[in-house]
């Protein structure tokens, strides 16, 4: 057992340490960290506020002015990470938060209208909507490695979690020592602080022409995403599922606090904190399993920690029971976000990958939002101990119901290991330094063609590189068909290399499974190496040479 502690603990330090080596995953973190804990102080400033205004009622209103503009808004912000760079994209939002809390800031301290207060705040929960898409889009590409990808995270999912703690309590800090304007400028200052590490980054990337379709487009291309990926769509139901027990979570907590337990106002917050520790306590676990391709088996463990522990409240309703539990959920918070979030990032298509992440916030305020409604009901019907039973049970019979078609998720996705040997097997890589031939298989993406999809079409800007995986696809120039292409081929090399549009059309057979890197990926590995790049060279007049005498590109 202390063999498995010490590797755990060494496989998670490694984890960890692989983040101060990128310093872009770095700034990311860094910017979530200065972000999290103004949002926290933020809404504790302006909820005293509002119960200083109105009371408890004032403080729903507050609360729904946040939940209801952020659930419609946040498939629209989200389309605009797979736009425009979504580096620019995350400083742009964090700097309309931070101009929307100075603006609640003089609002509050010039006597303005209780109604422009509750109108600001939901403005800057509205710009919030955009951040978490375009970061959990911008990390995969800022990422070099997979373990570097799950280790980012589980850092954010950490910062999360000590956020929901800290945050608060440095808002009530200023509170105690100064007032609600002093809090709200200091969260101003976080947010800034937080936009200027982001406007720092550099990711290389460039937006999918694909992206930039109509208004109908961006709301519905992070649906098509979710739907058209396998194992996708019950991923992000049972995320779902989670967000709505951790709405009613938040409502049963009081009634934990004050009626089972009768500890008192405070507790309410000191069980808050107590998930929120065992999600910090849930890093060394999470980081530990960074290069272990189970992260739906992962998931499925999450939710049993989810919810199990809530129902052995509700049969044990004992303060010196109910802390350890609490604390396991957050367990299992930490372990489900990890889990989902990662997953996401490897099977959604990367030119949607933001709508895809923009539609879980939807999903994840509206669940939230119902949950608050549903846990009441919970109450009135089975009354409180019986409702946190139901409660907790709800996601483990979703688990245990999921269970294989979760673990097939992982089958599904190509674990570290074949991405590195699929591209090692392409000549145009095999003079690569194994650093750069690491950092280009980290890169690959696996993107899925229907049967006669025209995976590239001749005259169209070329903007990534392609490896088949599994299927056949038809080359064909000026209606000419060339060579079939097979497991193992590549194509779109010459479109990056050589500047030109794509005069080939490449259609998928039968179904096609394939691998893709992005352009500036494949421009600095075969451009900074002078093997790779007159490989290159060579390929490309050999492709020209069969395709037709005059030349074409992929």
Not at 218 to 223: F, I, N, Q
Not at 261 to 270: D, F, N, Q, R, T
Not at 436 to 462: C, H, K, M, S, T
Not at 480 to 491: K, M, T, V
Request: hydrophobic fraction near 55%.
């Amino acid at each position: 057992m202390t063999s498995g502690l010490r590797r755990s603990l060494r496989d998670a330090g490694a984890a960890l340490a692989s983040l101060g080596h990128n310093r872009e995953l770095l700034r990311l973190e860094l910017s979530l960290l200065a972000s999290v804990l103004a949002h926290w102080a933020y809404g504790v400033a302006v909820a005293v506020y509002a119960y200083r205004e109105g009371g408890v009622a004032a403080v729903g209103i507050f609360g729904l002015a946040r939940t209801l503009p952020s659930a419609l808004a946040a498939p629209l912000t989200a389309a605009l990470a797979d736009r425009y760079r979504r580096e620019l994209v995350l400083a742009a939002a964090t700097v309309a938060r931070a101009a929307g809390a100075a603006a609640t800031a003089v609002a509050v301290a010039s006597d303005g209208p209780a109604a422009l207060v509750y109108a600001l705040a939901a403005a800057v929960q509205i710009a919030t909507t955009a951040t978490f898409p375009a970061k959990a889009a911008l990390t995969p590409s800022l990422a070099r490695t997979p373990v570097e990808l799950t280790a980012a995270n589980v850092a954010a999912t950490t910062t999360e979690s000590a956020g929901s703690f800290i945050g608060p309590a440095l808002g009530g800090i200023v509170l105690a020592v100064a007032d609600i304007e002093a809090a709200l400028a200091a969260t101003a200052a976080a947010f800034l602080l937080s936009a200027v590490l982001v406007a720092r980054i550099r990711s290389g990337e460039t937006p999918s022409p694909a992206a930039a379709g109509s208004l109908a487009g961006d709301l519905l291309g992070g649906v098509r995403a979710i739907r058209d990926a396998s194992g996708v769509p019950l991923l992000v139901g049972l995320y779902g599922a989670q967000t709505l027990v951790a709405g009613m979570l938040n409502v049963l907590i009081v009634v934990l606090a004050l009626d089972l337990l009768a500890l008192g106002e405070p507790a309410v917050g000191y069980l808050d904190g107590v998930i929120g520790v065992g999600g910090i306590a849930a890093t060394v676990v999470v980081l530990a399993r960074a290069g272990r391709a189970r992260l739906g088996f992962d998931f499925a463990i999450g939710l049993l920690l989810w919810g199990l522990p809530l129902a052995a409240i509700g049969v044990w309703p004992e303060t010196a029971f109910a802390i350890p539990m609490l604390a396991a959920v957050g367990v299992g918070n930490t372990i489900v976000d990890v889990a989902a979030v990662t997953l996401l990032q490897r099977a959604a298509p990367e030119a949607a990958l933001a709508r895809v992440f923009g539609v879980l916030e939807s999903l994840t305020w509206a669940t939230i939002g119902l949950g608050a409604l549903a846990a009441p009901l919970a109450v009135e019907l089975l009354g409180e101990r019986w409702a946190f039973v139901a409660t907790g049970l709800f996601l483990p019979v979703l688990g245990v119901l999921s269970w294989r078609r979760l673990a097939s998720l992982d089958a599904s996705l190509p674990p570290p290991d074949e991405r590195l040997e699929a591209t090692r097997a392409v000549p145009l890589f095999a003079a690569l330094a194994p650093e750069a031939l690491e950092q280009v298989a980290a890169a690959l993406v696996p993107v899925r063609f229907a049967a006669g999809e025209a995976i590239v079409r001749q005259g169209e800007r070329g903007d990534r590189f392609f490896l088949i995986r599994r299927g056949a696809a038809t080359v064909s120039v000026d209606g000419r068909q060339g060579q079939p292409l097979g497991p193992g081929d590549f194509f779109g090399e010459i479109a990056l290399l050589r500047g030109v549009p794509r005069t080939a059309t490449v259609r998928a057979i039968g179904d096609l499974d394939a691998y893709a890197v992005d352009s500036a990926t494949f421009a600095r590995a075969v451009g900074g190496s002078p093997g790779a790049r007159a490989t290159a060279e060579r390929a490309v007049r050999t492709r020209l040479r069969t395709l037709r005498p005059s030349g074409a590109s992929l």
